[in-house]
């Protein structure tokens, strides 16, 4: 068990960031943008950086999925492939989160990321809630959950984002429920790689539990404004943060910014 003495102005900037990401998160995701390097900058050696972050995105998840669900967003039956995918490819990305150089990932990452923002950008996103009997494909969950579960347990940022697009783009549904869709198996991902990292020993305790609780309080905020805004809502604060997250990820695995 490692931990991490922080300045408490410093912990009370990490906790406002949280809480902003929090926000983003239940949003649109891509919280994690703002919390890994608001964590890398407050000074944490980089083998606690993923393990804190993930004990702090657990809690806001946890919030933001909960409250999906009370809404009827979010029918875990459904997606039954999906969470148990998802959480097999959660403990094998960070299982290898040591081991498997993750460069290539790194590089590509931005053009990705972009290609989502143009597809909203550009592309037609459904306004209106799909039909309570349109199937949801179970084979496509499989690989969807595999992918970006392990995609979360080895890295992270931007996995929200990339859940509620594949989402839009592999089943009948809206923006409003893919983001409640995304935001449980940003749950799911966040709570196995965190397991993981506890086991290795790699979790500042008190700073990733303080941020946790901001995160919560940004992701309830978030995640009832959502679901009062609707889609109109959803759709400018989505694109502008993966047009952001592609670009911080370029500046960073391009041209090896900080």
């Not at 959480?87 to 498997?100: E, S």
């Not at 809630?129 to 347990?153: N, S």
């Amino acid at each position: 068990m490692l931990e991490f003495a922080a300045d408490p102005l410093v912990l009370a900037a990490l906790m406002a960031v949280a809480f902003l990401a929090g926000f983003i998160d239940a949003i649109a995701g891509g919280g994690g943008l703002l919390t890994l390097p608001a964590l890398l900058t407050a000074g944490l050696p980089p083998h606690l950086v993923l393990g804190t972050n993930k004990l702090s995105a657990t809690f806001g998840s946890a919030m933001a999925s909960y409250t999906f669900y009370r809404r009827k967003l979010f029918d875990p039956a459904q997606w039954r492939f999906a969470l148990v995918a998802t959480a097999i490819g959660a403990a094998l990305g960070a299982g290898l989160a040591h081991l498997i150089p993750a460069h290539w990932l790194n590089q590509l990452l931005p053009l990705v990321v972009f290609g989502c923002g143009l597809y909203l950008l550009f592309g037609r996103v459904p306004t209106t809630p799909r039909a309570e009997a349109a199937p949801i494909g179970k084979r496509r969950q499989w690989p969807q959950g595999l992918t970006l579960g392990f995609y979360d347990g080895i890295a992270g940022p931007g996995t929200g984002a990339f859940w509620t697009v594949s989402n839009m783009l592999l089943y009948p549904l809206d923006l409003l429920r893919a983001s409640g869709v995304a935001r449980s198996m940003n749950f799911v991902s966040n709570g196995v790689a965190l397991a993981v990292f506890i086991i290795s020993g790699h979790v500042a305790w008190a700073l990733g539990i303080g941020m946790g609780i901001a995160l919560m309080g940004g992701a309830y905020l978030g995640a009832r404004t959502a679901i009062q805004g609707g889609s109109r809502f959803i759709r400018p604060i989505f694109i502008s943060v993966v047009l952001v997250l592609s670009l911080r990820l370029a500046w960073q695995h391009w041209f090896g910014a900080a």
